[in-house]
């Protein structure tokens, strides 16, 4: 842009400002409003440019985390939405309620300008903060617009073109804003109808299964002006209780009851809890009538106004029968493939159950966790419990060199180079369609492969080595690191919009020495080494005293040399000589600590006396963490007696 069209802009608006303009009339409406707005009430000026601002890595997490549940829920709304879109450069954002990009879709080769431009994640666009834009005045009225080019009030936007519909919860708060943005657009405002239109339907499909999501013991009801598109993408939708009264309802269709009833869309709470005889002539009774076994264009009822409308209705789930003496329901059990990681531990077990329910969804999960922790052992449970009918793949990105690693993952075809397999090479991604492609270590996938599988995930195809045309797949991707990849992304080592897109979830697991299982697990572990087999006392205190940096992976290779040096000639019960030196040179008081019973507890209350409550002095004298000293005076009860032990 150059320094007269800033001078241009800065004068309409400061023009406007004063009460007049020579072009005020070509502006839209709701554009003009928002020119108001920063002028009056934010105090923005319009001939200071900043430009786009984005959160830290810390903001973007809490916000992330809490529009979790509607991120997931409009993923595929914005993934059909971005194909229907595909090679026209537009870029996808959901921004929440405050106004920061909480999830992008966009092509990859333009990260660098789509950052500048604030088209990315974390990019913050209230209006109060960047002045109008599609994002923020759809936050500031609820109504869907396009903020075209120089309609931006910051000068530094102006290249861009942006359309934006707002997302309204359950409740009929503006919960999220669905923006589609344009780097470089046509100069013409009317380009952008198309886009306009596609955005809000968008919108509308993901209040929809918001509204399903949250409504399974509920009628749900379906409306349409037309029967073409009843079953496929209506209008608007009600849930309805047992009672036949309105539960819950989508923007549009708070707008079509409110109609109806002749009342202010916006006083939408006063349409909760009304019976649905109010708005249509039928009641619950009639439901029935409107499933999809009946073809749409019979399924049309009347409307209290006189207006026709085509209706679908979808009955409620059935609720699970409870024991009348039961308050709560039981935990439903783990699936196998997970249950046979669970020996005890509270916190792995909850993690577990949160597996559980990722399990069968095709979200990309990121597993974290030390060397040894067992990423791949979840990754293979997670993979046996969704269903999937392909195979689970594994690779280790660091274990492949880096002029291997993109051949494997994409394979070849015949031909390609000089000494590859004379038939071309199936890629580990196509020998994963329809299952699991487990990428260990992926921090260590180097940054020119990452913004290719950046479009593998994006786009659900790969391009083999030497191939023109791309193939679809069909992949669930878990990845695991031991490092945080945060960190990696601040470092430049690892693609930020890469990061977002594997961790869709992402599930920590615990170390080893952070668990209190230890040693059901090392039953557990001994007992496919012999039955024979068994820890004693002295064995157990000195397990317990270890700190296992190398975690489940140390524990096994000390086991298995244990089961070796204690020979099938004994009574099979483990010793602390037949444990590696490496657990024998622990500190004495590391295995008292670790013990159970009245003797251990006498002991650590004296230590801590000694040190004065002081629990860093005291795990430093005995060469464990503070964690493990807080956990003991937990389960020896101490610390019901010490409170002042629980310090520092």
Not at 513 to 521: F, G, T
Not at 593 to 605: I, K, N, R, Y
Request: glycine share 8%.
């Amino acid at each position: 842009m150059s320094l007269q069209s800033y001078a241009s802009h800065v004068q309409e608006i400061e023009a406007f400002g004063l009460g007049y303009s020579n072009r005020g009339q070509e502006r839209d409406r709701a554009v003009l409003r928002s020119w108001r707005r920063c002028i009056d009430s934010h105090r923005l000026d319009p001939a200071r440019t900043s430009e786009a601002h984005v959160v830290t890595e810390g903001q973007l997490r809490t916000h992330r985390e809490e529009s979790e549940a509607l991120i997931h829920i409009a993923r595929q709304a914005l993934e059909r939405l971005y194909h229907q879109l595909k090679g026209l450069d537009y870029v996808l954002l959901l921004a929440d309620r405050h106004g920061v990009a909480v999830d992008f879709m966009g092509h990859e080769a333009d990260a660098g300008d789509l950052r500048r431009a604030g088209l990315y994640l974390g990019a913050q666009w209230r209006e109060d903060h960047s002045g109008t834009s599609a994002v923020g005045a759809c936050l500031e009225t609820g109504e869907a617009l396009t903020v075209h080019q120089s309609d931006h009030f910051d000068f530094t936007h102006t290249g861009l073109s942006c359309t934006a519909a707002p997302i309204y919860d359950l409740r009929g708060e503006l919960a999220a804003v669905l923006d589609l943005s344009l780097l470089r657009s046509p100069v013409e405002r009317a380009s952008q109808n198309l886009a306009l239109n596609l955005v809000v339907a968008a919108a509308r499909r993901v209040e929809q299964a918001n509204l399903m999501a949250q409504s399974g013991h509920d009628w749900v009801v379906r409306l349409a002006q037309s029967p073409d598109f009843l079953d496929v993408d209506p209008d608007a939708s009600i849930s309805v209780d047992a009672r036949g009264r309105i539960r819950a309802m989508t923007h549009a269709g708070a707008r079509l009851l409110a109609a109806v009833a002749q009342l202010d869309w916006r006083q939408r709470q006063s349409l909760i809890g009304q019976p649905l005889e109010r708005f249509f002539d039928l009641d619950l009774r009639d439901l029935s009538e409107l499933r999809r076994h009946r073809p749409a264009q019979e399924r049309l009822i009347r409307a209290r106004d006189g207006s026709i409308l085509f209706a679908h209705a979808m009955e409620p789930q059935r609720r699970p029968r409870r024991p009348p003496a039961q308050a709560t329901p039981p935990q439903p059990p783990l699936p196998a493939a997970l249950q046979a990681l669970e020996k005890g531990d509270a916190a792995l077990q909850a993690l577990l159950r949160k597996a559980a329910r990722l399990a069968p969804q095709a979200l990309p999960i990121l597993v974290q966790g030390e060397t040894g922790a067992g990423k791949e052992y979840l990754a293979r449970a997670l993979h046996a419990c969704s269903g999937r009918s392909g195979a689970f793949v594994a690779i280790n990105c660091a274990a492949i060199p880096e002029a291997l690693l993109e051949s494997e993952l994409f394979g070849y075809l015949p031909g390609t180079w000089t000494g590859g397999a004379s038939k071309g090479r199936e890629g580990l991604i196509a020998a994963a369609h329809e299952g699991t492609l487990f990428l260990d270590e992926i921090g260590d996938m180097p940054l020119a492969l990452q913004a290719k599988l950046l479009r593998v995930l994006s786009e659900s195809e790969i391009t083999p080595l030497g191939a023109r045309a791309p193939r679809a797949v069909s992949v669930r991707f878990i990845s695991a690191s031991h490092r945080p990849l945060a960190e990696l992304v601040q470092r430049g080592s690892f693609r930020e919009d890469l990061l977002y897109r594997l961790n869709a979830a992402e599930l920590h697991l615990p170390a080893l020495r952070q668990r209190s299982d230890l040693l059901p697990l090392a039953e557990q572990m001994l007992a496919t080494f012999g039955r024979h087999l068994h820890l004693g006392d002295a064995a157990r205190a000195l397990l317990a005293a270890h700190a296992w940096p190398g975690n489940l992976r140390e524990l096994h290779n000390a086991l298995r040399y244990a089961a070796a040096l204690c020979g099938p000639d004994g009574d099979g019960r483990i010793e602390p000589e037949h444990l590696p030196d490496a657990l024998n040179r622990a500190p004495n008081g590391a295995a008292m600590v670790h013990s159970t019973g009245v003797p251990a507890a006498q002991a650590l209350e004296q230590l801590l006396a000694q040190c004065q409550g002081n629990v860093s002095e005291a795990a430093r004298q005995l060469g464990v963490s503070r964690s493990t000293i807080h956990r003991r005076i937990q389960q020896l009860q101490l610390g019901v007696r010490h409170a002042q032990w629980r310090g520092p």
